[in-house]
Each structure stands twice: as structure tokens, then as C-alpha cells.
Nanobody
């Protein structure tokens, strides 16, 4: 139900924009977000955007990444600028219709996941 795209290979300092389109279900009243999983590591929170437009970011991406959503298209985006080699990971979009604030940062809180799109940043 979530289809992520936009990953690729980019040099450090470059930019990429990820997209995640939802089908079969609308998340316009819920939370949509991005997590990432580096090789050999756990999946971790990157950013979320709420129905109100309120956004949250991990400290590691704050100021470099921007999350946005288009509810008419049922799509969430992640604009990634000033990319660093440590941003290399599989990026997963996630969504849920009802979360509380404190649960948005946990992988286990989300019922809907995209398949992951690979971002590789070379030094």
C-alpha cells in the first residue's frame, strides 16, 4: 500500500528527493514518515509529518532534510540536501492513521510500510 521511490547514488554534498505514494488507503488524517536502516544496524527514525503539517526530525538530519506531504496525492516526500556518507541506508516510508506523539519515533508503532529505497552517498 506504500510505494517508495527516488533512491540512488549521489556524491557527498548532493541532493535526492524520495517519494512515497499510498494506495488503497488514505493517510490524510494520520502520520506519515521516513525511517532508515544502515547496513548491520537497526531501523531508526528520520522524520515525520502530521496531518496539521507539524514536522519532526532526528538530530542527525535536522537542517538538511525536509519532509512534506501532498494529501491530494496521498504522497509523502523527503527532500535530502547536503548528503553525507553516513546517510547511506535503505529508506522506508511508514504511515499510520492514529498515533500519539510519543509513539511516532518507534518502528513498532506503524502498521503500514513501504518496501524501502536505497540511498548511497559516496565520499
Amino acid at each position: 500500500q506504500l510505494q517508495a521511490s527516488g533512491g540512488g547514488l549521489v556524491q557527498a554534498g548532493g541532493s535526492l528527493k524520495l517519494s512515497c505514494a499510498a494506495s488503497g488507503r488514505t493517510f490524510s488524517r494520520g502520520v506519515m514518515g521516513w525511517f532508515r536502516q544502515a547496513p548491520g544496524k537497526e531501523r531508526v527514525f528520520v522524520a515525520t509529518i502530521w496531518r496539521s503539517g507539524t514536522t519532526y526530525y532526528s538530530d542527525s538530519v535536522k537542517g538538511r532534510f525536509t519532509i512534506s506531504r501532498d494529501d491530494a496525492k496521498n504522497t509523502v516526500y523527503l527532500q535530502m540536501d547536503s548528503l553525507k556518507p553516513e546517510d547511506t541506508a535503505l529508506y522506508y516510508c511508514a504511515a499510520d492513521s492514529s498515533l500519539i506523539y510519543s509513539s511516532q519515533f518507534r518502528v513498532s508503532s506503524y502498521n503500514y510500510w513501504g518496501q524501502g529505497t536505497l540511498v548511497t552517498v559516496s565520499s
